[in-house]
């Protein structure tokens, strides 16, 4: 069973997470993880609800800081102190 890995990013931050996928994608491959982060939100979904149920499962949350993910008031209080 694969661990899975919720990505937490700014959204300013998406070439650096783009780039962290295919550093994952060999583990995504050999099942040793799953990956998933708010691009994976469906069009037309409420994006609270999915982003708080995938960040309360995952047993990895990967924190990609930056200035811009510090400056974000939800990256900061809600997906950083989970």
């Known amino acids: 069973m694969p661990f899975e890995v919720f990505i937490s ?5 998406r070439a650096f ?3 962290l996928d295919k550093h ?3 583990l995504r491959r ?3 993880i799953s990956s998933w982060y708010d691009g994976d939100i469906a069009p037309g ?3 609270q609800p999915q982003i708080m149920a995938h960040l ?3 047993q990895i949350i990967l924190l990609l800081i930056s200035a ?3 400056a974000s008031d939800f990256c900061y209080s ?3 102190t989970q």
């Open 30 to 32: 050999q099942q040793v």
């Open 68 to 70: 811009d993910f510090m």
């Open 78 to 80: 809600t997906e950083m």
């Open 24 to 26: 994952l994608a060999n």
């Open 45 to 47: 979904t409420e994006w």
């Open 17 to 19: 997470r783009d780039e």
């Open 56 to 58: 309360n499962t995952a």
């Open 9 to 13: 990013y700014s959204h300013r931050d």
